[in-house]
């Protein structure tokens, strides 16, 4: 909260204002930075100062109306100046602007006026000289006229007499020259022949040298394919003695197998055997101990009644009887089952055996036959390779010439030049061109000529290919003929 810091008659609590003379804030009726009056304008907010009526209020407040009347009429002065300073520039500007486009207007005149004397003058000038210049060349037409015909008539007279007395010279010349003429065409003869010869000789000695690299590179690759093959067949001879000696190994496990497998197997049946004689002996045992039970059960019941005693007596005997002969029975039953399972183990034997010999006897063909096929494999690819030189040589030749026909049975590789029968519309050009690009292994290399005057068509073949018949094959084609290293097409019309 701020309160009054001057001697003031306004009690209640003012706002801070600016003061108009330093312009800082301030509270009360005076600025406490620089002592100016403050002169407060407190309409509408409630308070309502009380007026003070000392000498020094009024002058102050005099001072203060008076100054600001002045800063008014100050600046009202200053715009005043300002705007008349602005008018006084504009209408400046106008007649400066005016009196530059008058003189612009004028020089522009000047020249324009200028430029004509001066165009004028020039063509006159023109005209002048090219007048002088034409009287000049006619006098000199008419000199030079003259002079050609009295040096016409001059030179005909000496080469009148010049001829007479060269014809003589003329013909020794003649006879001299053809001479020499003869002594320079045998001369020149003699030379094209001896650079006949060395170009023969070059070319046979490149012949020779062509032919001995490709000698030389069938060997290497003959050699070459017979070392692969030889390797070849040495991995697959290694192969097959690796499966034989697997086989080998797997066949003299199966026949340790068998024959460990019977001693198993009589092993256990002995066993079996034996469980079942210590089985019977128990039962035997069993009954017996029963027997004498029942015995001594009948002689307890014998003492009670002679008759039953004889009865049970009777019937415990009948009963070991039975039980006997069942423990016989079992024991003659596990004999002979021992015996059956014994049988069964050595039949068991005897065929794995068989089967280990055969596994072992188809091992070892099975090895011949890798083996031989393999030398087969061998021989194969060395003749392929035989093959493949021999078609890039004639590959080769068939490129040196340009084409290649096999047996002039249509077959070509290399560039073939089409040779169109004219009239050719654009349609059936570009019809046949379209089937052109379909043909696999075909590319088209050049198409010239004319409509009228006819079309030639080179196309390259990268492999060999029935190209004639697949002309002919062609919906666009009518005819085509084979005319020596060309193709002669009739295209079909729309």
């Given amino acids: 909260m701020v309160y009054n810091n001057s001697r003031s008659n306004i009690d209640p609590v003012i706002e801070m204002r600016k003061c108009p003379n330093c312009g800082q804030k301030t ?12 002169i407060a304008d407190d309409k509408g907010k409630g308070v309502k100062p009380r007026e003070d009526d ?27 100046a300002k705007r008349e300073a602005q008018e006084k520039a504009r209408r400046v500007a106008d007649v400066i602007a005016k009196r ?36 000049k ?18 030179r005909e007279a000496e080469e009148k007499a010049k001829r007479e007395t060269e014809e003589k010279a003329g013909r020794e010349a003649e006879e001299k020259a053809r001479r020499e003429t003869e002594e320079k065409a045998r001369r020149e003869a003699k030379e094209q022949a001896r650079r006949e010869a060395e170009e023969k000789a070059k070319r046979e000695a490149e012949e020779k040298a062509r032919r001995e690299t490709e000698e030389k590179a069938r060997r290497e690759a003959e050699e070459k394919a017979r070392r692969e093959a030889k390797e070849q067949a040495s991995r697959e001879a290694e192969a097959a003695k690796k499966a034989r000696r697997a086989e080998t190994k797997a066949r003299k496990e199966a026949e340790r ?40 059960e009948a002689r307890k019941a014998e003492r009670a009644g002679a008759t039953v005693g004889k009865a049970a007596e009777q019937e415990a005997k009948e009963r070991t009887k039975r039980e006997a002969e069942e423990a016989r029975k079992a024991e003659r039953a596990g004999a002979t089952a021992g015996k059956a399972a014994e049988q069964e183990a050595r039949e068991r034997t005897k065929r794995e055996a068989e089967e280990a010999r055969k596994a072992e006897r188809a091992g070892a063909t099975a ?19 035989r093959k493949t030189e021999r078609s890039g040589a004639e590959r080769e030749k068939g490129t040196e010439r340009g084409i290649t026909a096999a047996d002039g049975a249509g077959v070509y590789q290399g560039s073939v030049n089409l040779v169109l029968v004219p009239p050719i519309q654009p349609s059936q050009m570009r019809r046949f061109e379209a089937s052109l690009s379909q043909i696999e292994g075909l590319s088209l290399d050049l198409v010239g000529g004319s409509v009228d005057g006819g ?16 002309l ?13 290293k060309d193709i002669k097409v009739a295209l079909k019309k729309d």
């Fill in 27 to 38: 509270g009360g009726d005076y600025c406490q930075w620089c002592g100016y009056p403050i």
């Fill in 54 to 80: 000392s000498a020094l209020a009024v002058a102050l407040r005099l001072a203060a109306e008076k100054r600001e009347a002045q800063e008014k009429a100050g600046r009202e002065a200053e715009e005043k």
């Fill in 100 to 135: 530059e486009a008058q003189e612009k207007a004028g020089r522009e005149a000047k020249e324009q006026a200028s430029r004509e004397v001066e165009e004028k003058a020039g063509r006159e000038t023109e005209e002048k000289a090219r007048r002088e210049t034409e009287e």
């Fill in 137 to 154: 060349a006619r006098r000199e037409a008419e000199e030079k006229a003259r002079r050609e015909t009295e040096e016409k008539a001059r």
């Fill in 257 to 296: 197998e068998a024959k460990e497998k019977p001693k198993r197997e009589a092993e256990e049946a002995k066993k079996t055997r034996r469980a079942e004689v210590k089985a019977r002996k128990e039962a035997e045992r069993e009954a017996k101990e029963r027997a004498s039970r029942e015995a001594e």
């Fill in 367 to 385: 090895g011949k036959e890798a083996e031989l096929e393999a030398k087969e494999r061998v021989s194969r690819e060395a003749e392929e390779a």
């Fill in 455 to 470: 079309t030639e068509i080179i196309v390259s073949a990268e492999n060999s290919i029935p190209l004639l018949d697949i």
């Fill in 472 to 484: 002919r094959g062609l919906p666009s084609v009518a005819e085509a003929v084979k005319e020596g």
